[in-house]
């Protein structure tokens, strides 16, 4: 069976601060991998998604970037956090011409 | 662009059916879904439909007219576990786009 993992669940970073979180998906192959953030009491935003290894979709301009090294691995990254990154991040995948998608635990940052 | 509005809140008592509704405007639709996201949870998928009609599973109904771009996620006999954020999501041809969400609160 598949499974998707996301870490770290909680995060604290001060401003300016680098960022890295990790996705991985176990299972599958050549998944469609998504990143999502939701702001407390919100809806989801789509940041990036990828359907392929060095393929990247941006969504929104913002200081984060997503890279696909391998099949199943999807990082979210950023150089220096704003307070404005605040927020839950999650990823998701589903399988190339399906339609549910599957989401990781979530990690939930917090830049002071 | 795009964009789903849905109610911001519904409350009903345990027992009852409840009718969550969905308009959306966007260029590009493949189907309509509905996720269920608990407090400090991760979304989860609860139904999709892609043609007009009614989809059932179990005690959850889900909805779409494509003609009206509208739907609706019915959930009957309501239990207090169902307390819990609804979104409706537009499927695009690659990605997924996500309404604000309507919060539920089941009441004893």
């Known amino acids: 069976s598949q499974t998707i993992h996301q870490w770290p669940a909680t995060l604290v970073q001060p401003v300016g601060s680098p960022l890295s979180l990790e996705c991985t998906v176990e299972g599958t192959s050549n998944p469609n991998l998504y990143w999502y953030r939701q702001a407390a009491g919100r809806g989801l935003q789509l940041l990036f998604y990828s359907v392929g290894i060095g393929q990247i979709s941006s969504e929104v301009p913002q200081n984060l970037s997503a890279s696909r090294p391998q099949d199943r691995q999807f990082i979210l990254s950023s150089k220096k956090l704003l307070l404005s990154d605040s927020g839950f991040y999650l990823c998701a995948w589903t399988a190339a011409g399906l339609y549910g998608y599957t989401f990781g635990s979530g990690t939930r940052l917090t830049v002071v | 662009g795009q964009s789903l509005e849905q109610p911001s809140e519904v409350t009903a008592v345990e027992g009852a059916i409840v009718q969550i509704n969905c308009t959306y405007q966007t260029s590009g639709f493949y189907g309509l879904s509905w996720y269920q996201q608990h407090d400090g949870g991760a979304p989860t998928f609860l139904s999709y439909?892609?043609?007009?009609g009614l989809e059932e599973t179990g005690r959850f109904s889900s909805f779409l007219s494509r003609s009206d771009s509208y739907g609706y996620l019915l959930l009957q006999e309501l239990q207090m576990k169902d307390s819990a954020s609804y979104f409706c999501?537009?499927?695009?041809?690659?990605?997924?786009?996500f309404g604000a969400g309507t919060r539920l609160t089941v009441k004893p």
């Open positions: 999501a537009v499927l695009g041809n690659n990605d997924m786009r």
């Open positions: 439909n892609a043609l007009d």
